[in-house]
């Protein structure tokens, strides 16, 4: 067991990895096979990210540097700064970690029968498994380049996943969409990795916070970093690609993509608080948050209302729900400097912020699913060929109604929850801002009643008759997502204190995530 | 297809590439060079073999589902050696300073010795076949769309 918490920072990366490369191996022996083989090993990989959870709550960050003599040793001797690859996990890390865990294993049980009858299954898996290492990556690593490379990875993956159904011609528009967006975003970062490592001679994120100056170059490399991470994340006025790609994803893919956007997200929190934070004034970058995600908030939904096309609404409705993690963290942002005012609401709103991810990363997730379920039955995304889907598609309407209603933020659901403590919070900071949250909130509520209706409600339509509930594998890959979000929502303040409250804490200390690595920093 | 003086040719200097792709390889510690650089060679020996006899010639010997075996098992190696040093840590080079090969070679600066890198140049073997594969069957897939033929499934 002691040996399992030591090294399962890197378990957790390399299991996936070892499943990605023996998938095309094992599956000449049987589909069944390969399908026991990755559900086993991604539910070993979530015992694993359980045990790291309870030590780092227990006992802090956790450091682990590859090829050295001892996991923790960080900064051999006679060293000045650290040399070698590392992971570096502390609260935000494994809050992030936790949250695509969640959403991978119930992908990828919903995409057991999604995907049983079509070619290329292999490559399928592989994909889908390099997809989850390299957000698992990107949200462990300790180290820019590492950064850069599970970023890379996250990007190939999640356009070839994306490009999967290639007999739709949107489907490869989608995945064109993507690649291109992230190779952009893929050297918008190396570039600002290379001016800092010109300037500093160094790559760990704790090292090169330990010495950031932030001179001008410092300041061109935070906005290379932040328009790259915001492209990523699909927030406006970079979003244009989220809805294309969101809709053409097959159905386990589509949560797992949106994840990925989460985990940029935990990157641009990563960089703005942990590498240049407490080195300027974070104001004016907390107001360039806030404004992002206002404009995401809004424009999102409004895009969303007119949509006729299930995916695509969802999709822009992603769009808009990224806006409050970022309306929540970026007041945090905006009042880092003045404690009295984070401790009074900036570290709410950041809780508020930080809980909607995984919040979101759930019930949006699971509504994807939903909507894939039914693209799968009937075969149409269109909203207006729909209807009277809830005769024989129980299940799927109860996880759509209790994933739209969270979405909307009614109570009692995890949605509520989190977006209550936006409300408050970023009442006292802006009171308008507030009241947009909550008018934001309001259209979604109308735009999923508009969902609801079309597909689901009405008199049996003739042409669905023969339509049946989808098949075990996917209701059990929404039912994980779905015992979760009612977990939450009973015991919200339970999980805002054991799970919430350390991430935030995570990213508002900068010092204990550089003396990680770097020892007691005077 | 091209001339026969090409053919026998590219015939004779394929083995001449291999060797050379595969001793980049294998020294990729102690000289320029590598895992990638070595297969990138190799590949290319597969690229003149296409272009002088033509791809469906060549799709008859290189199969599609074999190279992807060879891929497999290149990252397979290189992540096989990663795990083998958890014992100690991930990544731990465990086999450096053992006299596997006959003989500990000394520290310090060497006429190349092979074995001082541990599992260094195992590593780059496993990176040496997955580059070979997958570039190899990026350009047949090329070469066979280009063409007008469909790649076997």
Not at chain 1, 238 to 250: G, R
Request: hydrophobic content about 55%; proline content about 4%.
């Amino acid at each position: 067991m002691e040996y399992l918490t030591v090294h399962s920072p890197i378990l957790i990366v390399a299991v996936p990895l070892l499943a990605a490369f023996i998938t095309p191996l094992i599956s000449r022996i049987g589909n069944k096979f390969r399908d026991t083989v990755n559900v086993s090993l991604l539910s070993f990989v979530t015992f694993l990210i359980v045990i790291l959870t309870i030590d780092i709550y227990a006992n802090g960050t956790r450091v682990y540097t590859l090829g050295a003599s001892v996991p923790e040793l960080a900064l051999p001797e006679n060293y000045m700064v650290p040399v070698r690859i590392m992971f570096q996990v502390d609260g935000i890390s494994i809050f992030m970690g936790l949250t695509t865990t969640v959403v991978a294993l119930a992908a990828l049980v919903y995409s057991l029968q999604f995907v049983k009858n079509e070619t290329g299954q292999d490559r399928f898996y592989s994909l889908f498994m390099l997809l989850y290492v390299g957000m698992i990556g990107l949200e462990f690593t300790g180290d820019m380049f590492n950064l850069f490379v599970f970023l890379e990875i996250l990007s190939i993956a999640g356009a070839g996943l994306a490009s999967y159904r290639v007999n739709m011609a949107d489907a490869v528009e989608g995945g064109f969409k993507y690649i291109i967006i992230s190779a952009v975003s893929a050297l918008f970062v190396l570039f600002a990795i290379g001016i800092l490592y010109s300037e500093y001679n160094l790559l760990s994120i704790a090292a090169l916070a330990h010495s950031m100056q932030f001179t001008t170059l410092d300041l061109i490399a935070l906005a290379l970093l932040a328009i790259a991470f915001v492209m990523k994340l699909a927030g406006v006025p970079l979003h244009m690609w989220a809805p294309d790609t969101y809709a053409v994803a097959p159905a386990g893919i589509t949560p797992m993509i949106y994840t990925s956007s989460a985990a940029s997200m935990y990157a641009l929190y990563r960089v703005t608080f942990t590498l240049y934070g407490g080195h300027f004034d974070t104001t004016a970058i907390g107001w360039v948050v806030i404004i992002l995600g206002v404009l995401s908030m809004f424009i999102g939904v409004m895009m969303a209302i007119h949509q006729t096309d299930i995916k695509r609404l969802m999709a822009y409705h992603a769009i808009s729900q990224s806006g409050y993690m970022l309306l929540g963290v970026g007041v945090g942002l905006a009042v880092l400097t003045d404690p009295v005012a984070l401790a009074n609401y900036g570290r709410d709103a950041m809780n508020g912020g930080i809980f909607h991810i995984i919040n979101n990363a759930l019930y949006k997730g699971m509504l994807f699913l939903t909507a894939e379920a039914i693209f799968f039955r009937i075969g149409t995304r269109d909203l207006n060929k729909m209807g009277g889907l809830g005769h024989n598609m129980k299940w799927t309407t109860i996880f759509f109604i209790i994933g739209a209603l969270a979405i909307s933020g009614i109570p009692p659901f995890n949605g509520f929850a989190s977006k209550l403590l936006i409300y408050e919070s970023v009442f006292r900071f802006n009171p308008l801002l507030s009241i947009i949250a909550m008018f934001v909130s309001l259209v979604t509520l109308a735009s999923f009643t508009k969902v609801f209706y079309s597909a689901f409600t009405g008199p049996e339509m003739p042409a669905f008759k023969e339509v049946r509930e989808v098949p075990r594998s996917m209701l059990i890959g929404m039912g994980i997502m779905v015992a979760c979000i009612i977990f939450f929502s009973i015991f919200p303040g339970l999980v805002v204190d054991t799970i919430v409250a350390p991430a935030t804490d995570a990213l508002i200390d900068q010092a204990s995530y550089i003396n990680g690595v770097m020892g007691a920093v005077p | 297809m091209l001339s026969k003086i090409v053919r026998t040719i590219s015939n004779q200097l394929i083995l001449f590439i291999l060797v050379f792709g595969l001793y980049i390889i294998m020294h990729g510690h102690v000289t320029p060079g590598g895992g990638f650089q070595g297969g990138a060679v190799i590949a290319s020996g597969v690229v003149m073999m296409i272009v002088a006899f033509g791809s469906s010639e060549i799709k008859k010997s290189l199969r599609e589902r074999h190279l992807s075996v060879v891929e497999s098992s290149g990252a397979l190696i290189f992540i096989g050696m990663a795990f083998a040093g958890m014992g100690t840590i991930f990544f731990y080079n465990f086999l450096v300073g053992t006299p596997v090969f006959g003989g500990i070679p000394p520290t310090g600066p060497n006429p190349g010795n092979v074995w001082t890198g541990g599992v260094i140049p195992l590593m780059n073997l496993g990176v040496g076949l997955k580059v070979i594969a997958g570039l190899s069957a990026v350009v047949l897939a090329m070469a066979l769309f280009s063409s007008g033929e469909e790649i076997e499934e």
